[in-house]
């Protein structure tokens, strides 16, 4: 399967609930009027796009139906298309950092939303990328999840540095850095235990680890990316404000697309927290995490003339 089918496939939740409530408006329509704006906006705070963003969205629409003098309703899908994607794009890279020998990608966030396996995909694809992967299996905290990362880079192909359970995160972190460093690793990738944001010594040990890397490996970039599960909706759109305020978030990785219909938090994110999503999951397998991409994830939720 193509990349772009896969990414179709996965948002197919959001895409069959946000085109179908935006196609059921639009052809009630004959012509563009307020009523038509104000049922839009509905629809998009409805797809958990967020009341602001949301209402910003019709704003922009408004002014371009007006500029373009647009009479159409089913013009009017093409111009919010394009808007959407300038939300997601506007002022933020979502590329992934890759600087230094090793690069360091850090994954942080609350328990279960997929860190683990977000690291294990991550590794994978470098790894076919050619490049050599070290994990750090940082969080010693819940029982099994050195395991689980030891079944990742099995499958990934990666190496892993590991400590008994119970041992100290930062410690491990050390470790994983003198091992790739000596190896000249490409990429470093730290696991962490879920936490929340206002666990106060569980920050503290986040912070002590950014310590150890920044001291360690000064001119490599650092990536600490926020893991959220998308099937949580407006909680994960809270955990990206909470969390942006207690961390140095670089970016989000938005997992469990596939099991779905909420994707359209992807734009509350961005556009109310500044936070770009850099990388989005839509599967439990090995290649089910993807760059993303704001023109292919808008072609898949959203239907136009152009991209049927
Ligand atoms: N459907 C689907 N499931 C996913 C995705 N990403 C992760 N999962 C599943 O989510 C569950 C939790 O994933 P983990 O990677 O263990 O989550 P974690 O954040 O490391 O959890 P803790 O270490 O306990 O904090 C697993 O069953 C994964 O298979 C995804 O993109 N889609
Ligand atoms: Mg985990």
Not at 166 to 171: C, I, V
Not at 190 to 216: F, S
Not at 272 to 290: N, Q, R
């Amino acid at each position: 399967m193509g990349i772009f089918s896969k990414i179709k496939e996965g948002l197919s939740k959001t895409k069959n609930s946000f085109n179908e409530k935006l196609d059921s408006v639009i052809k009630a329509f004959r012509t563009v009027d307020e009523d038509l704006f104000e049922e839009l906006e509905e629809v998009l705070i409805m797809s958990d796009i967020g009341v602001n963003t949301s209402m910003e969205i019709i704003e922009r629409l408004r002014d371009t139906v007006l500029t373009k003098n647009i009479k159409e309703p089913e013009t009017v899908k093409n111009e919010l298309h394009e808007i959407l994607v300038n939300i997601l794009t506007e002022g933020t890279d979502s590329k992934i950092e890759t600087q230094g020998t090793p690069a360091v990608i850090m994954v942080i966030g609350v328990n279960g939303v997929g860190k683990t396996t977000s690291i294990g995909k991550i590794a994978a694809n470098y790894k076919k990328q050619g490049k050599s992967v070290v994990l750090a299996a940082a969080d010693t905290f819940r029982a099994g999840a050195i395991e689980q990362l030891e079944v990742w880079a099995d499958r990934a192909g990666a190496d892993i540095i590991k400590q008994q359970e119970g041992s100290d995160p930062a410690a491990v972190i050390f470790d994983a850095v003198n091992y790739a460093k000596n190896k000249k690793a490409d990429i470093l990738l730290c696991d962490t235990a879920g936490r929340l944001h206002n666990k106060k010594n569980l920050m503290e040990e986040l912070k002590k680890i950014y310590k150890i890397l920044d001291r360690e490996l000064p001119n490599s970039s650092k990536e600490v990316l926020l893991v959220l599960d998308a099937t949580t909706g407006q909680n994960a759109v809270m955990q990206a404000k909470l969390f942006k305020e207690a961390a140095d978030i670089t970016g989000i990785v938005l997992t469990k697309l596939d099991g779905t219909a909420k994707g359209g938090i992807v734009f509350a994110i961005k556009n109310e927290y500044d936070i770009p999503v850099k990388l989005i999951g839509v599967g439990e397998g090995i290649d089910d995490l993807m760059e993303f991409e704001a023109e292919d994830f808008v072609d898949a939720i959203l239907e136009t003339e152009e991209n049927a």
